[in-house]
Antibody, heavy 117, light 112 residues
Framework: EVQLVESGGGLVKPGGSLRLSCAAS????????MNWVRQAPGKGLEWVSS????????YYADSVKGRFTISRDNAKNSLYLQMNSLRAEDTAVYYC??????????WGQGTLVTVSS | QSVLTQPPSVSAAPGQKVTISCSGS????????VSWYQQLPGTAPKLLIY???KRPSGIPDRFSGSKSGTSATLGITGLQTGDEADYYC?????????????FGGGTKLTVL
């Protein structure tokens, strides 16, 4: 059974930092590009960042470029998102998603990040 | 403002058919495959359609997809109350200024 389990969310003050993790199992993690997609309360999906299977290619949404860093450890079947200089508008549920051949095959259950003073 | 444009909501009676449109441009839908995702209330999104019109295993053939030019359409026939959800289109967007994944703003389906 495929599982993606996010962790690391919580309440943080504006300007603070948080590191999200995503533990993968049930599929060949090292063969998939991995992504972070977020959803603000009551809003739609917003793609955040993507990392290729070997970490050769990394992309960010303009809204997080320079503040967020995506990384992965294929030996640990894990995906990470380091979030710095957090803003109120970063408040959202953050999903990790496995992507292959132009589709998001697998999604985690999400972890909530709340940025508030 | 989403790069891909979807109607905010659609509705139809049980057993009827509904279509959801997704409009983009040459930098996204016009040159890339479109996928569709279903998000039931309180749950994570789930892949519904990929490569414009293919269904993953386990997705009933009541769900279909098509693409023409810079627009895509999701169709659902034989509507059931369990189909009430938010539906999102998504694709890769590649322009001179950026490469990124983009989603539509989402369409809320109500089965009356």
């Amino acid at each position: 059974e495929v599982q993606l389990v996010e962790s690391g969310g919580g309440l943080v003050k504006p300007g603070g930092s948080l590191r999200l993790s995503c533990a993968a199992s049930g599929f060949t993690f090292s063969s998939y590009s991995m992504n972070w997609v977020r959803q603000a309360p009551g809003k739609g999906l917003e793609w955040v960042s993507s990392i290729s299977s070997s970490s050769s290619y990394i992309y960010y949404a303009d809204s997080v470029k320079g503040r967020f860093t995506i990384s992965r450890d294929n030996a640990k079947n894990s995906l990470y998102l380091q979030m710095n200089s957090l803003r109120a508008e970063d408040t959202a549920v953050y999903y990790c998603a496995g992507e292959s051949r132009g589709k998001f095959d697998y999604w985690g259950q999400g972890t909530l990040v709340t940025v508030s003073s | 403002q989403s790069v891909l444009t979807q109607p905010p909501s659609v509705s139809a009676a049980p057993g009827q058919k509904v279509t959801i449109s997704c409009s983009g441009s040459s930098s996204n839908i016009g040159n890339n495959y479109v996928s569709w995702y279903q998000q039931l209330p309180g749950t994570a999104p789930k892949l519904l359609i990929y490569d414009n019109n293919k269904r993953p295993s386990g997705i009933p053939d009541r769900f279909s997809g098509s693409k023409s030019g810079t627009s895509a359409t999701l169709g659902i026939t034989g509507l059931q109350t369990g189909d009430e959800a938010d539906y999102y289109c998504g694709t890769w967007d590649s322009s001179l200024s950026a490469e990124r994944w983009v989603f539509g703003g989402g369409t809320k389906l109500t089965v009356l």
